[in-house]
Nanobody
Framework: QLQASGGGLEPAGGSLRLSCTASGQTTSIHYMGWFRQAPGKEREFVATIWWRGSSTYYSDSAKGRFIVSKDKAKNTVYLQMDNLKPEDTAVYYC?????????????????WGQGTQVTVSS
């Protein structure tokens, strides 16, 4: 089970940090990812981190502004979002993948959090 939190309303240029805590069985996790879905759009990849190492991967829109990190002792993954833009407005979801190779496709992720709303005003 994944529990996401940390969304909110920020002006353009602001920052937010999202958190996602995993409970229950975590030994099968290989990657923890963040996705987002804006109204009327498909769910899109934002970032992912290798649960068993330090490798991270970002979408082009996230590179240079967002940082994904983890605290395995807390079973928690974070998404630090800086220099927010109105186009970052979406519901953000965390997800876990038991697939051993990195993927940006939502269907490679087994479990999903409930989503947290991020709204960036212009």
């Amino acid at each position: 089970q994944l529990q996401a939190s940390g969304g909110g309303l920020e002006p353009a240029g602001g920052s937010l940090r999202l958190s996602c805590t995993a409970s229950g069985q975590t030994t099968s996790i290989h990657y923890m990812g963040w996705f987002r879905q804006a109204p009327g759009k498909e769910r899109e990849f934002v970032a992912t981190i290798w649960w068993r190492g330090s490798s991270t991967y970002y979408s082009d829109s996230a590179k240079g502004r967002f940082i994904v990190s983890k605290d395995k002792a807390k079973n928690t993954v974070y998404l630090q979002m800086d220099n927010l833009k109105p186009e970052d407005t979406a519901v953000y979801y965390c997800a876990s993948s038991s697939v051993s190779w990195v993927s940006v496709k939502p269907n490679r992720y087994n479990y999903w959090g409930q989503g947290t709303q991020v709204t960036v005003s212009s």
